[in-house]
């Protein structure tokens, strides 16, 4: 079969059950139940349950990457996680990698409210550019997020573009860092940026 005759054959696909919103849609505190029904990823954008797209095997290594090297720098008043969310009511975005306050950290947390958020990261794929770009420093700029990164693969290399918060909301870009990242918040960050192996 040659490439062309594949990209000729129509897409299969099987059903996921996907619920139904109740008026006014889901929020945060729908997230447990929701987990029992939906069997995959997703998020809730303005009440509505949003599947998430398959990651590629570079975006899991750089996520692991990261979470390795700030973990440990991280002072101890703050927790490194993976995928969860941001309660900004109808709508949970779950950055790839978040440092919040640990004193509302607990084994069962799912999302966390905007004030205890210090940084969110997104480390960009094919299927999220425009939602890692566009979609989401607008979302966390709006809720008071005071640093987001953004993390590219140029040739197969981690490029991590920082941000923080302007008084008058929106994010100024503070740096782009290819070998290593150096900044002061949320706090004094100076770790390498090795090379993406599998």
């Known amino acids: 079969?040659?490439?062309?005759?594949?990209?000729?054959?129509?897409?299969?696909?099987?059903?996921?059950?996907v619920p139904t919103p109740p008026q006014g849609?889901?929020?945060?505190?729908?997230?447990?139940?929701?987990?029992?029904?939906?069997?995959?990823?997703?998020?809730l954008l303005d009440g509505e349950?949003?599947?998430?797209?398959?990651?590629?095997?570079?975006?899991?290594?750089?996520?692991?990457?990261?979470?390795?090297?700030?973990?440990?720098v991280a002072p101890r008043v703050f927790v490194v996680a993976t995928e969860q969310g941001i309660d900004l009511?109808?709508?949970?975005?779950?950055?790839?990698?978040?440092?919040?306050?640990?004193?509302?950290?607990?084994?069962?947390?799912l999302a966390f409210q905007p004030s205890d958020v210090h940084l969110a990261i997104e480390v960009v794929s094919p299927g999220t550019k425009t939602k890692d770009r566009v979609l989401?420093?607008?979302?966390?700029?709006?809720a008071g997020i005071k640093c987001f990164w953004r993390v590219e693969n140029e040739e197969n290399a981690i490029v991590i573009y920082t941000?923080?918060?302007?008084?008058?909301?929106g994010y100024a870009?503070?740096?782009v860092h290819r070998t290593r990242v150096q900044v002061d918040r949320p706090f004094p960050i100076d770790i390498e940026l090795p090379e993406v192996t599998w």
């Open 89 to 109: 009511g109808n709508t949970v975005p779950e950055p790839d990698l978040l440092v919040v306050s640990r004193g509302v950290t607990s084994a069962d947390s």
């Open 49 to 72: 349950v949003v599947m998430m797209a398959p990651s590629t095997l570079w975006h899991n290594q750089v996520i692991k990457i990261l979470w390795l090297a700030l973990s440990g």
């Open 25 to 43: 849609g889901f929020t945060a505190r729908d997230l447990p139940r929701l987990m029992e029904v939906v069997d995959a990823r997703f998020e």
């Open 173 to 175: 870009p503070t740096g």
């Open 1 to 17: 079969m040659t490439a062309a005759q594949h990209m000729d054959e129509p897409i299969r696909a099987h059903l996921v059950r």
């Open 136 to 142: 989401r420093p607008a979302q966390y700029a709006e």
């Open 163 to 169: 941000f923080e918060l302007l008084p008058e909301g």
